[in-house]
């Protein structure tokens, strides 16, 4: 069987990372020879669950196709995110939580999509399904990510399945989840130690909605201010790299992890189709958007109706 590369989507946050190595042991367990690598440098709070843990940072690739012929997808599977060749190699396996946009293959595969509120919950169901045991060290990468994704199960992208999992994992890991979670989240809320184009890049997602080429940024504070005098120089930014990147719009969420609030930054055309999609005008090209935390649930589908 010839080896294969796993990986999540570009501009890796901690889900893209830990789902990547989590679906990577369980698939070299029941067999298969794989590799968990990343399509870009983990942000901080990943960084700082990975020196939690002790688990060395995955390997980065530009490309696939100079290393095999085939791949498996973790936390993402419309094609603008994947790697830059991935119309060049199979994709035998999709594990993912989003939307199915923009994907096609030419053989059939293993896919599992669930409504869930993030990918590591599904493939803690897959240990289980095809008992196998989840090391201590992993389910507190798994636990991490999970919390990560749900803003420590207050996400509206929560589930029931989520909740379950979580408990799961941090009794194997031995870790009050609360107590870790609300230190992990505000490990990744360091916005002073980065520049203004690693801020609009550092969990950024791209998406075709409408034939518009959109770009969503999202950054986790524990408070606005400092975004809010930087507000000006990081528009300019998103700016730039709308003009570079044939961006129609580029949207910033900036989400305050301690209160559920967010604030988005709008920059590009039509803007009148973000102020239909949250119903809000736009002041100074920002929304204010009360208890919106979740890109996935409340950001792209009502985006996508407006643009449609």
Not at 245 to 274: C, H, Q, R, W
Request: glycine share 4%.
């Amino acid at each position: 069987m010839s080896k294969e590369l796993v990986f999540g989507h570009q501009s890796p946050d901690t889900d893209a990372i830990v789902a990547a190595k989590a679906y990577s042991y369980l698939q070299n367990k029941l067999g298969y020879d794989t590799e968990a690598v990343a399509l870009g440098e983990p942000n901080s709070e990943t960084a700082f669950v990975l020196n939690y843990f002790d688990e060395p940072t995955p390997r980065i690739i530009k490309t696939a196709k100079n290393e095999v012929d085939s791949v498996m997808l973790v936390d993402h599977n419309e094609f603008q995110q994947s790697v830059s060749d991935i119309k060049d190699v199979t994709i035998t396996h999709v594990v993912d939580h989003h939307r199915i946009s923009n994907f096609q293959t030419d053989q059939p595969l293993y896919y599992r999509a669930e409504p869930v509120g993030c990918c590591s919950t599904i493939i803690v169901k897959m240990f289980d399904e095809n008992k196998v045991e989840i090391p201590a060290q992993l389910a507190g990468l798994m636990l991490s990510a999970i919390i990560s994704d749900t803003l420590l199960l207050k996400s509206p992208t929560t589930t029931d399945e989520d909740k379950i999992a979580v408990k799961t994992l941090a009794e194997i890991a031995d870790i009050d989840y609360e107590k870790y979670g609300i230190e992990m989240l505000k490990a990744g809320t360091n916005v002073s130690a980065k520049s203004d184009q690693e801020l609009i890049d550092g969990d950024a997602k791209s998406f075709t909605m409408g034939g518009k080429s959109v770009r969503i940024d999202q950054i986790n504070v524990v408070e606005f201010g400092e975004i809010n005098e930087r507000k000006d120089d990081i528009e300019k930014a998103m700016k730039a790299e709308a003009a570079d990147k044939g961006y129609d719009l580029f949207l910033v969420l900036i989400t305050n992890v301690l209160n559920s609030d967010s604030k988005m930054i709008v920059v590009g055309e039509p803007a009148s189709a973000v102020e239909k999609a949250f119903n809000s005008k736009l002041a100074d090209d920002t929304l204010s958007l009360p208890g919106v935390v979740s890109r996935k649930k409340q950001i792209v589908p009502p985006l996508t109706d407006a643009l449609s």
